[in-house]
């Protein structure tokens, strides 16, 4: 089975965020009020062979907790969609 | 109005991704195969006060295009909720 793949990976709370902060006091100057905890992430797509969903998703949590996160101080989310063949 | 926002910037097809190439070609050698089209893009997570939501949507698409994307390399992908007050 194929299935499209989206990893979100933010910083957990408590965690500095720099790039977000430098976001959220730079747009009032620029003329956008009103926007507040802002967090910056990342997020990874990809396109997964398995065998079926369960494994998918054996293989996608194993995946992000070694690779494509730092669990110490990065949640990830996985958003997992069969892909009609 | 309160909006929990979350803004999905990646690349466009046919720009180079090197931190998405990266990815698919480190993967078999640590144990993942199956994995392939590999794009890694930016999740930029925010709370907006609106008046309503069409100038929610207004002022989102504004910030896109302006300072959270760059238009010629990049696609944005805006998702909004209300939040319950």
Redesign the interface.
């Known amino acids: 089975m194929t299935f499209d793949v989206v990893v ?1 990976v ?1 910083l957990r709370p408590g965690i500095a965020d720099p790039q ?1 902060a430098t ?2 006091r ?2 009032p100057a ?1 003329g ?19 065998a079926d969903e369960e494994s998918a998703r054996a ?1 996608l949590a ?2 992000c907790e ?3 996160s730092n669990p110490v101080i990065e949640d990830s989310e996985i958003t997992l969609t069969p892909v009609a063949s």
């Open positions: 979100e933010r977000g976001i959220e730079a747009l620029l956008f009020d009103g926007v507040s905890s802002v967090g910056v992430g990342k997020s990874i797509r990809f396109t997964l062979e398995s293989e194993d995946l070694r690779f494509l």
